[in-house]
Protein backbone atom coordinates (compact mmCIF):
# COMPACT_ATOMS: atom_id res chain seq x y z
CA UNK A 1 0.00 0.00 0.00
CA UNK A 2 1.01 3.21 -0.73
CA UNK A 3 0.20 6.87 1.68
CA UNK A 4 -1.17 9.75 1.18
CA UNK A 5 0.11 12.84 1.47
CA UNK A 6 -1.06 12.64 5.07
CA UNK A 7 0.83 9.78 5.71
CA UNK A 8 -2.40 7.23 6.12
CA UNK A 9 -2.43 4.26 4.06
CA UNK A 10 -3.69 4.53 0.62
CA UNK A 11 -7.30 2.09 0.59
CA UNK A 12 -6.34 -0.79 -2.37
CA UNK A 13 -9.58 -2.12 -4.35
CA UNK A 14 -9.91 -4.88 -6.95
CA UNK A 15 -11.81 -3.60 -10.01
CA UNK A 16 -13.04 -6.64 -12.00
CA UNK A 17 -14.78 -6.67 -14.96
CA UNK A 18 -16.13 -10.29 -16.44
CA UNK A 19 -17.16 -11.96 -20.32
CA UNK A 20 -17.77 -9.58 -22.91
CA UNK A 21 -17.21 -6.14 -20.85
CA UNK A 22 -14.14 -5.40 -23.20
CA UNK A 23 -16.96 -4.96 -25.93
CA UNK A 24 -18.60 -2.54 -24.45
CA UNK A 25 -19.07 0.73 -27.21
CA UNK A 26 -19.54 -1.70 -29.66
CA UNK A 27 -22.19 -4.54 -27.98
CA UNK A 28 -25.40 -3.63 -27.75
CA UNK A 29 -24.67 -0.02 -26.76
CA UNK A 30 -29.10 0.55 -26.66
CA UNK A 31 -28.24 -1.91 -23.31
CA UNK A 32 -25.12 -1.19 -21.99
CA UNK A 33 -24.33 2.22 -23.74
CA UNK A 34 -21.17 3.85 -25.94
CA UNK A 35 -18.71 4.14 -23.69
CA UNK A 36 -15.72 1.90 -23.86
CA UNK A 37 -14.07 -0.19 -21.23
CA UNK A 38 -10.89 1.67 -21.69
CA UNK A 39 -13.08 5.05 -20.94
CA UNK A 40 -14.75 3.27 -17.98
CA UNK A 41 -11.65 2.46 -16.54
CA UNK A 42 -10.08 6.12 -16.78
CA UNK A 43 -13.27 6.98 -15.20
CA UNK A 44 -12.90 4.92 -12.28
CA UNK A 45 -8.82 5.21 -12.06
CA UNK A 46 -9.53 9.00 -11.37
CA UNK A 47 -12.58 9.05 -9.09
CA UNK A 48 -10.78 6.94 -6.97
CA UNK A 49 -7.30 8.88 -7.14
CA UNK A 50 -9.08 12.10 -6.22
CA UNK A 51 -10.03 9.89 -3.27
CA UNK A 52 -6.38 8.40 -2.83
CA UNK A 53 -7.18 4.98 -3.44
CA UNK A 54 -5.77 2.79 -5.24
CA UNK A 55 -7.19 0.69 -7.64
CA UNK A 56 -6.04 -2.81 -10.05
CA UNK A 57 -8.30 -3.49 -12.79
CA UNK A 58 -8.47 -6.67 -14.54
CA UNK A 59 -10.67 -8.24 -17.17
CA UNK A 60 -11.53 -11.64 -18.29
CA UNK A 61 -13.70 -13.71 -20.83
CA UNK A 62 -12.38 -16.31 -18.96
CA UNK A 63 -14.38 -17.76 -15.76
CA UNK A 64 -10.83 -19.51 -14.26
CA UNK A 65 -9.26 -16.45 -14.76
CA UNK A 66 -10.98 -14.16 -12.99
CA UNK A 67 -10.66 -16.90 -10.04
CA UNK A 68 -7.30 -17.06 -10.29
CA UNK A 69 -7.03 -13.10 -10.41
CA UNK A 70 -9.62 -13.19 -7.31
CA UNK A 71 -7.39 -15.62 -5.14
CA UNK A 72 -3.99 -14.11 -6.21
CA UNK A 73 -5.06 -10.20 -5.60
CA UNK A 74 -7.59 -10.01 -2.70
CA UNK A 75 -5.17 -10.73 0.15
CA UNK A 76 -3.82 -7.25 -0.36
CA UNK A 77 -6.99 -4.84 -0.89
CA UNK A 78 -9.26 -4.25 1.05
CA UNK A 79 -12.25 -4.67 -1.08
CA UNK A 80 -13.92 -5.60 -4.81
CA UNK A 81 -16.06 -4.15 -7.06
CA UNK A 82 -17.61 -7.09 -9.98
CA UNK A 83 -19.26 -6.81 -12.88
CA UNK A 84 -19.13 -10.58 -13.43
CA UNK A 85 -21.13 -10.14 -16.88
CA UNK A 86 -23.21 -13.52 -17.91
CA UNK A 87 -21.43 -15.33 -15.05
CA UNK A 88 -23.63 -13.50 -12.47
CA UNK A 89 -26.36 -16.36 -13.42
CA UNK A 90 -24.19 -18.88 -13.69
CA UNK A 91 -20.89 -19.27 -11.49
CA UNK A 92 -21.05 -21.29 -8.40
CA UNK A 93 -17.24 -21.41 -8.79
CA UNK A 94 -16.85 -17.34 -8.88
CA UNK A 95 -19.42 -17.33 -5.83
CA UNK A 96 -17.29 -19.31 -3.86
CA UNK A 97 -13.83 -17.67 -5.16
CA UNK A 98 -15.44 -14.26 -3.72
CA UNK A 99 -16.70 -15.84 -1.04
CA UNK A 100 -13.43 -17.08 -0.59
CA UNK A 101 -11.39 -13.71 -0.29
CA UNK A 102 -13.19 -12.79 3.11
CA UNK A 103 -13.33 -9.13 1.14
CA UNK A 104 -16.42 -7.11 1.17
CA UNK A 105 -18.12 -6.95 -2.17
CA UNK A 106 -20.03 -4.68 -4.46
CA UNK A 107 -21.67 -6.15 -7.51
CA UNK A 108 -22.06 -3.98 -10.74
CA UNK A 109 -24.29 -4.38 -13.49
CA UNK A 110 -24.45 -1.88 -16.46
CA UNK A 111 -27.93 -2.71 -17.26
CA UNK A 112 -31.00 -3.35 -14.75
CA UNK A 113 -30.96 -7.06 -14.78
CA UNK A 114 -34.49 -7.09 -12.89
CA UNK A 115 -35.81 -5.17 -16.01
CA UNK A 116 -34.30 -7.60 -18.39
CA UNK A 117 -34.85 -11.53 -19.00
CA UNK A 118 -36.05 -13.54 -16.49
CA UNK A 119 -33.10 -15.22 -16.69
CA UNK A 120 -31.36 -12.55 -15.36
CA UNK A 121 -33.24 -11.87 -12.11
CA UNK A 122 -31.14 -14.66 -10.56
CA UNK A 123 -27.59 -13.41 -8.99
CA UNK A 124 -25.57 -16.06 -7.72
CA UNK A 125 -23.07 -13.74 -6.55
CA UNK A 126 -25.19 -11.03 -4.63
CA UNK A 127 -25.28 -13.35 -1.48
CA UNK A 128 -21.72 -13.02 -0.49
CA UNK A 129 -21.74 -9.23 -1.60
CA UNK A 130 -22.08 -6.51 0.50
CA UNK A 131 -24.28 -5.00 -2.52
CA UNK A 132 -25.39 -4.37 -5.37
CA UNK A 133 -25.64 -1.46 -8.40
CA UNK A 134 -27.90 -2.31 -11.10
CA UNK A 135 -28.71 -0.46 -14.18
CA UNK A 136 -27.13 2.91 -13.41
CA UNK A 137 -24.78 2.51 -16.27
CA UNK A 138 -20.94 3.16 -15.80
CA UNK A 139 -21.75 5.29 -12.79
CA UNK A 140 -22.59 2.06 -10.82
CA UNK A 141 -19.02 1.65 -10.86
CA UNK A 142 -18.45 4.96 -8.69
CA UNK A 143 -20.99 4.09 -6.49
CA UNK A 144 -19.94 0.40 -5.97
CA UNK A 145 -16.26 2.45 -5.21
CA UNK A 146 -17.70 5.54 -3.26
CA UNK A 147 -19.46 2.53 -0.95
CA UNK A 148 -16.54 0.82 -0.46
CA UNK A 149 -14.20 4.08 0.28
CA UNK A 150 -16.66 6.12 2.57
CA UNK A 151 -17.83 3.75 4.53
CA UNK A 152 -14.25 2.07 4.84
CA UNK A 153 -13.63 -1.89 3.10
CA UNK A 154 -13.65 -3.24 6.45
CA UNK A 155 -16.53 -1.64 8.27
CA UNK A 156 -19.97 -3.20 7.83
CA UNK A 157 -21.69 -1.24 5.17
Known amino acids: MSGTESGAPKLHILVIHGPN ?10 IYGRMTLAQINERI ?52 AIAGTGKPAIEVHLSNI ?16 RGQVSG ?3 RGYLYALDALITKGADSVL
Open 21 to 30: LNTLGKREPG
Open 45 to 96: VSYAAERHCEITIFQSNHEGALIDFLQEEAADSAGIVINPGGLTHTSVTLRD
Open 114 to 129: YARESFRHTSLLAPVC
Open 136 to 138: LGW
